[in-house]
Every structure is written in C-alpha cells, then in structure tokens.
C-alpha cells in the first residue's frame, strides 16, 4: 500500500437522465432481427432505497451502452484514469437509447465502476479466479501519479486491489449482487473484516457500499484480465 494521502472529496458529479434492465434483457425494434441491449428504466420495488434504486439503473444503462458499443466503451475503459479525454468519451458512451423517463445525479466514478461491471460479466468467466503474482500496478492507469485527482484514484484503487486478493469470492459476491438484495446485505457484512486491514491510515474519506463496489468492479476486472493476459504470455 502507498503512503497515505489526504483525499479529496468525490465530486465529478454526471447528470443523467437514466432508469434498470435485467442483465441479458434485448429488445427487437419493430422492422428489425437484430437485437440490442434493452434501455433501462427505474425499478419501482418499494423495498428499495432511492440510492439502490439509482444504482441498479445506473448498472442497467452501463451494461446497455456497453453491450450496444463495445468498441467505444472499451475505449473509455482503456484510457489512462486522468486522461483529459476521458470525460468526453464517456459523454459519447451516454447514448439516449439507453435511457428511459428518469433523471438521475450520478458521481462519474460511480458510472465508471458500472462499466467495469458490465465488462467483467461480459468478459470474465467464473472459472477465471486465478491472479498475477504481484498486485495490479495502477500506476499504468494514471499520466500524472503525484496530482491530486490521480492520488486519490491510486489510493482508492489499492485499497480495493488489498480487499480483491484477501477475498475475491465474497468480492466478487458483493460487486455482482443486485443493489439492495439481501444477497448484497450478506456479501458486504463478510466482507468487513477485509476492509478495515486495507484501508491506509490517515486517510479522509467517506466510503459507503456504492463507492466500494464501483472501485472493486474495476479491480476485479483488472486482475482477471491481466492474470489472462500473463498466462498467455508465458504460453508462448
């Protein structure tokens, strides 16, 4: 773990018209054979909290936009965290098509963690549990490591690295478990012994469970791949 660094607060704030889909869901338009993702819309399940409810939809119109442009949102995934591009290309992923009668304020990061998701279910196959030898350098993943922002995500994203290679079953669980389930209730409480030990001292943040699973969508993802991309180098 780095030395630890004062974080700012999360801001980046993403205003979206958005509403949930289930996961595998396409519709047909009328005259067409070729499916495409289903556009989302908000859950009405009293049950569930507004923020649950924001969160499924958000992980509903990532996996939409992923699923109608992988090549774009693969870009997205693919640049550096700080990438002055970044926010642009995120803005040409948000696509009307995929959003349905909702509006919804969602911090950046946390649609970025949906897209991690989408990717990880798209791309990892449950039997891909095997990790790298060393931790996943996200250094790769920042053009400036010493500015604030890229602390921060740094910061973060070694914090969830720690907890992924504690316990990358019952991360997993919580990462792919429907917001607000019990399935998710009972991932998280297993979860808590491994948060603690892995978060640096003297660090200011705020963490709750949407932040959580956004930063460990992207380190599960990141570790499955790069564990894939080194088998196959030693392959050779």
Same mark, same amino acid.
């Given at each position: 773990?780095?030395?630890?660094?004062?974080?700012?607060?999360?801001?980046?704030?993403?205003?979206?018209?958005?509403?949930?889909?289930?996961?595998?869901?396409?519709?047909?338009?009328?005259?067409?054979?070729?499916?495409?993702?289903?556009?989302?819309?908000?859950?009405?399940?009293?049950?569930?909290?507004?923020?649950?409810?924001?969160?499924?939809?958000?992980? @509903?119109? @990532?996996?939409?936009?992923?699923?109608?442009d992988?090549?774009?949102?693969?870009?997205?995934?693919?640049?550096?965290?700080?990438?002055?591009?970044?926010?642009?290309?995120?803005?040409?992923?948000v696509?009307?098509d995929?959003?349905?009668?909702?509006?919804?304020?969602?911090?950046?990061?946390?649609?970025?963690?949906?897209?991690?998701?989408?990717?990880?279910?798209?791309?990892v196959?449950?039997?891909?549990?095997?990790?790298?030898?060393?931790?996943?350098?996200?250094?790769?993943y920042?053009?400036?490591?010493?500015?604030?922002e890229?602390?921060?995500?740094?910061?973060?994203?070694?914090?969830?690295?720690?907890?992924?290679?504690?316990? @990358?079953?019952?991360a997993?669980?919580?990462?792919l478990?429907?917001?607000?389930s019990s399935a998710?209730? +009972?991932?998280?409480?297993?979860?808590?012994?491994?948060?603690?030990?892995?978060?640096? @001292?003297?660090?200011?943040?705020?963490?709750?469970?949407?932040?959580?699973?956004?930063?460990?969508?992207?380190?599960?993802?990141?570790?499955?791949?790069?564990?894939? +991309?080194?088998?196959?180098?030693?392959?050779?």
């Amino acid at each position: 773990m780095r030395a630890a660094h004062a974080l700012p607060a999360v801001s980046a704030v993403l205003l979206l018209a958005l509403p949930a889909l289930a996961q595998g869901e396409r519709e047909n338009p009328t005259g067409s054979r070729i499916g495409r993702a289903k556009a989302a819309s908000v859950p009405d399940r009293a049950a569930l909290s507004d923020i649950d409810k924001a969160r499924i939809t958000t992980d @509903a119109f @990532a996996d939409c936009s992923v699923t109608r442009d992988p090549r774009k949102a693969a870009v997205y995934r693919d640049l550096h965290y700080d990438d002055p591009k970044a926010r642009q290309v995120l803005n040409d992923i948000v696509s009307s098509d995929c959003l349905r009668d909702a509006t919804l304020r969602m911090p950046g990061d946390l649609l970025r963690g949906s897209i991690f998701k989408a990717f990880y279910r798209r791309e990892v196959k449950p039997s891909d549990r095997s990790f790298q030898e060393k931790a996943f350098d996200f250094r790769g993943y920042v053009s400036s490591p010493e500015a604030p922002e890229a602390q921060r995500y740094l910061i973060m994203m070694d914090f969830a690295d720690c907890v992924v290679r504690a316990d @990358a079953g019952t991360a997993r669980g919580f990462m792919l478990a429907e917001p607000g389930s019990s399935a998710e209730k +009972t991932a998280l409480a297993a979860l808590q012994p491994q948060l603690g030990p892995c978060f640096p @001292a003297g660090v200011q943040v705020t963490l709750n469970k949407s932040i959580v699973s956004a930063i460990l969508a992207e380190a599960l993802y990141r570790e499955a791949t790069g564990a894939r +991309t080194t088998e196959a180098e030693a392959s050779h």
